[in-house]
């Protein structure tokens, strides 16, 4: 039941009574063991669970009666198909056959999901790659444009995704959620050669899952009684582009060398697939294979024309523009086994190697550009996923099935080309741009070093089917281990020389020393029992469940080896970091309006807590991981040979102000004393974590045979927000000040308003961090709520035709006002380290800049244009085997932002001071800097973008059940020139456009099956 359908109905004589009794087989030849069966109870209602998806035929039969079979039902996974049935008193053995099409409405599940047949995928631009459901599914929003890409041809955007303002896609393989920490971004990609259908989950999501959101459920293809296979390749290349950089973008910073210049590099993909009989009816296999590289340009960004040691400035080559480089392989294999006549069991494993050998080129936003050897190589090797599943019918109503697996990653990040470990990482603020290397404080994202990362799953049910009731219980348990200290841990020059620069306007305006090595160990155990049933009362059926969850981490001692400015550091064992507890209703109903089941109203509600994969409180991570302190390098004077050689003259140890830097911003910097702690409401607690509730109400109708419609309202809303707050200095030791924003006709109202809510600490307490994690409702409320509405059409056609797409409309509303009024006072992030990603899914500010603590920003209700979209699919047969299919997109533009540098010369006089990371308050001179913004988030975007992709194919019959089709692809047939980043600090680079959609593409491809 973790990935298939169901059938269910109600069987009645002539005059309408009800017919206890009845005996119901389901026969497919998807099943291995052919026929599944049922008995109708004392209201005459059964149901068949565990049907796998494919076409099927449904025999009633009862001793005195005719027997009756329905057939031509194409069962879906995860839906629950309406067969009713009428029996005949017949005094002869006679059968009564009756065809008809599949039902569209699904009127017992409170679930709304949408189902994507393989065939239906292959047929669409993009070769039924998983990455094409974001640009088909309403409602989905990437969670950065930069993952748009190529003509949809990268792998990074998977389950880089989210729905009506709920947590990310998860991926789900046999009822297992299979995603791992830092693992969507194209570090494990699902080959579509190996599934049969996916289906798009997106509310009223059961007691069975571990959280909510979009569940993208996998259904693996597995094998057959008849032998079949397919292969696929597609292929594209500069000379198969068009040019979409026009004056328009030239002026938004393109180089003229960019005119002409196709977005697409490099691309091929190869893959294919065979299955079929070991032993008939016994054991089936599937295995698979794939090939894929990508490689595209970001129109934007170029190397550097420069080196270290000889040069430490940035000059972009404008005739080396930067490209990605990804790189995957997979092979998979699935056998399925009939052991017994009741006993199944299914192995399945997929094994890659794979590479973002130039990783975070398309994902600026919330940080800044990065230049390609500033770009770490990051391999994914070993990288496996591998599951085990037993199912066992015991009786016509009772089924168990248990089932494991484990998923291991290890990302190892490596040096780009021309980086070598005295490198710097160097981040000019004028262009918000990082050059030079790329390394910080952190395992994992941030350094060269390897991290490995392994989850184990444990799952057993039981399910009980009476006929009126689908009463199912459970146990699943994840073990997450991540970390290898004594391997991975004890490299010097894992970020380099340990020390980062930041210059503004070509000069250095600071520097950040980092406590290298570093590396953490932490293992994390969730174990959850749910109850749920769906019970059937005439027309209505509720579907209720009950989850409860625990999960507890803990990490062991570690020793961290010295690094450049830090000495050698234990870190203590800790032990519940966090340990929530948590009990999660979800309930729902469907009501079959008419009883004909063609229509159907639903509603549902559900709590869904935070899935931890990583400790917010490991010690390794609550020590003081960097310190910053100014630089003037020009301070020592014209005469003297130090100044500007682009070098920190001074004491780097000293943690205060000496020579040409100014003091430490942590004082706890290489001590052992942690910078962080948590409060005990921040760890432990019954329904205190993170979570969110999601509600829904929807009405589904089938207008036409194969034609239906979905309305639906959706609501998201989260709780359980942690923030941060510096116990070192009281709320009263900031003191305020206003800037004035520049006059230009392209910021709100023209410019030259006043922001306020701009804090400095007192000089006194500069560099002392005690920071205590603790619950947001000690201070007041923070909220984040989406609203919206969905109106789509679900339809097929003719012999293979289909149509199916719509219209959402949504927004997401957030306050943290509560920490306007005590600038100690912070946010914790609800994703990644941006501190200023306070939301989750919610596009944030920069990183590095400090937030008005204002209304204006700090209660944000965006227009409600910036969350509607269009969205539709349709494929279209045509004579002569020729098929056309294409898809729509109409979306909101990117937010734009503008991050302002603040020069302390600009606030001297506001503040009656320097600031306090000034090296002294009695010299007027500091080239201390402050970055805040001068446009409140997510109020202002760039133009919507428009996309539409084409396909046309023609079918090639060789004989027998061979056939090949060939296929033409168009991406982006009107040649759009949407901006997907840009430069978002405010100056003469303001607004440059790093990254646009692709120019029109063409590619290539065919597709044999046999």
Not at 415 to 422: L, P, S, T, W, Y
Not at 574 to 587: C, F, G, K, M, T
Request: aromatic share 10%; with cysteine; hydrophobic share 35%.
């Amino acid at each position: 039941m973790w990935a298939q359908g169901s059938i269910t109905g109600t069987v009645r004589d002539s005059s309408g009574a009800v017919l206890p009794g009845v005996t119901v087989e389901a026969a497919s030849p998807a099943l291995i063991e052919k026929v599944r069966s049922g008995v109708t109870d004392g209201q005459g209602v059964y149901r068949i669970v565990d049907l796998r998806p494919g076409p099927y035929t449904v025999t009633f039969t009862l001793q005195g009666f005719n027997t009756f079979r329905r057939t031509g039902i194409e069962l879906r996974a995860e839906f629950t198909a309406t067969v009713d049935a009428e029996l005949m008193l017949g005094t002869v053995e006679e059968t009564i056959t009756v065809s008809g099409e599949a039902p569209l409405v699904d009127t017992r599940s409170a679930r709304a999901q949408t189902q994507y047949a393989a065939e239906t995928l292959q047929a669409l631009p993009g070769t039924g790659r998983l990455s094409t459901l974001i640009s088909v599914l309403p409602g989905a929003v990437l969670n950065n444009e930069g993952d748009r890409a190529s003509g949809n041809l990268s792998d990074r955007s998977q389950t880089r995704c989210a729905i009506h303002g709920a947590p990310n896609a998860q991926p789900v393989i046999d009822g297992m959620n299979t995603e791992m920490a830092a693992s969507n971004t194209g570090v494990f990609v699902w080959n579509q050669i190996n599934f049969q259908e996916v289906v798009a989950e997106t509310s009223g999501i059961g007691a069975d899952r571990d959280t909510g959101g979009i569940q993208l459920n996998m259904i693996p293809r597995d094998g057959g009684n008849t032998y079949s296979g397919i292969l696929q390749l597609a292929y594209s290349g500069p000379d198969l582009q068009s040019n979409n950089i026009g004056d328009e973008l030239i002026a938004r910073g393109l180089s003229g060398s960019t005119r002409g210049l196709a977005s697409i590099k490099k691309f091929y993909d190869v893959s294919g697939g065979v299955g079929g009989p070991i032993r008939q009816d016994r054991l089936w296999f599937f295995g698979g294979a794939r090939r894929s590289v990508t490689q595209q340009y970001a129109a934007g960004i170029y190397w550097n024309r420069h080196t270290q040691p000889a040069s430490l400035l940035y000059d972009p080559d404008l005739s080396r523009p930067a490209h990605s480089d990804d790189s995957y392989r997979d092979y998979s294999l699935r056998l399925t086994a009939q052991a017994t006549e009741k006993h199944k069991v299914v192995v399945g494993g997929s094994f890659q190697a794979n590479c973002n050998c130039v990783y975070a080129l398309f994902r600026p936003q919330g940080g800044p550009l990065v230049t390609p050897e500033a770009a770490t190589e990051h391999a994914y090797e070993p990288d496996y996923n591998v599951t085990t599943t037993w199912t066992y019918p015991a009786t016509n109503r009772l089924l168990v099935m248990a089932s494991g697996g484990v998923n291991h990653i290890s990302q190892t990040n490596r040096r780009g080309a021309g980086v070598d470990e005295n490198s710097i990482q160097i981040t000019e603020q004028s262009l918000d741009l990082k050059y030079g290397a790329a390394y910080g404080a952190t395992l994992g994202g941030s350094s060269y070093s390897t991290i490995p990362r392994t989850q184990y799953h444990q799952q057993f049910s039981v399910t009980y089917v009476p006929g009126s009731h689908s009463f199912k219980t459970g146990v699943n348990i994840r073990t997450v281990k991540t970390g290898n200290n004594d391997k991975y841990g004890r490299d010097l020059f894992m970020a380099n020389r340990a020390i980062l620069y930041t210059f503004q306007n070509q000069r250095p305006v600071s520097l950040q020393l980092l406590a290298t090595p570093h590396h953490f160990e932490e293992v994390a155990h969730d174990v959850a029992v749910y109850a749920q049933d769906q019970w059937t009362i005439r027309r209505a059926t509720l579907n209720l469940g009950l989850r409860f969850n625990d999960v507890d981490m803990s990490s062991p001692e570690l020793t961290l080896a010295p690094g450049f400015f830090v000495g050698e550091r234990v870190v203590p064992a800790a032990e519940h970091i966090p340990h929530w507890r948590n009990l999660s209703p979800r309930v729902g109903a469907a009501y079959d309006l008419f009883g004909d089941g063609r229509t159907a109203i639903k509603g549902s509600i559900g709590r869904y807590p935070d899935v931890i994969r990583v400790s917010p409180a490991n010690p390794a991570n609550q020590f003081s991981l960097t310190t910053n302190r100014t630089w003037n390098d020009t301070l020592l004077g014209a005469g003297d040979p130090r100044s500007g050689n682009f070098r920190p003259d001074c004491e780097l140890l000293n943690p205060v102000a000496n020579g040409e830097c100014g003091a430490w911003s942590d004082q706890n910097f290489g001590r052992p004393r942690r910078s962080t702690r948590n409060a005990p409401d921040a760890l432990e607690g019954f329904n205190d974590q993170f979570h969110n509730w999601q509600a829904s109400v929807s009405f589904q109708h089938e207008l036409l045979q194969g034609l239906a419609l979905n309305v639906g309202y959706f609501r998201t809303w989260y709780g359980g927000f942690q923030v941060t707050e510096n116990q070192a200095v009281p709320a009263s030791a900031y003191d305020a000040y206003c800037i004035t924003a520049p006059t230009d006709r392209r910021l709100p109202g023209g410019g030259g308003n006043q922001i306020c809510g701009l804090f400095d600490v007192n000089p006194a307490y500069f560099g002392r961090v005690d920071t205590v994690v603790t619950q947001a409702s000690n201070y007041g409320e923070q909220t984040q709520v989406y609203d919206g509405i969905d109106i789509t059409l679900n339809g097929r056609f003719g012999q293979g035709g289909q149509f199916s797409g719509g219209v959402s409309m949504g927004r997401t509303v957030t306050d943290n006002c509560l920490l306007n009024d005590n600038a100690s006072l912070a946010n914790l992030p609800t994703a990644g380290t941006n501190p200023n990603s306070a939301f989750l899914n919610v596009a944030a500010l920069p990183a590095t800049s400090t937030v008005p603590r204002n209304s204006q920003f700090c209660h944000v209700t965006p227009p409600w244009s910036s969350g509607t979209q269009v969205k539709f699919l349709a494929v279209y047969p045509l004579p002569w085997d020729f098929e056309a299919s294409g898809i729509f997109q109409n979306s909101p533009g990117i937010p734009i932002t503008a991050s302002y540098v603040v020069t302390n010369a600009m606030v001297r006089q506001a503040l009656g001071r320097n600031f306090a990371a000034c090296p002294s308050q009695a010299v007027a001179t500091c080239n201390a800097t402050v970055r805040t913004e001068l446009v409140p988030p997510n109020t202002m975007f760039e133009p919507r973008l428009t996309q539409v992709d084409l396909r046309f194919s023609r079918l090639f019959r060789l004989g027998g059940t061979a056939r090949v089709r060939g296929t033409f692809d168009v991406y982006n047939v009107f040649n759009a020139s949407s901006v997907l980043s840009m430069t978002p600090t405010y100056g003469p680079a303001w607004l440059n456009a790093a990254q646009v959609l692709s120019a029109r593409l063409l590619r290539v491809g065919a597709q044999l099956d046999f």
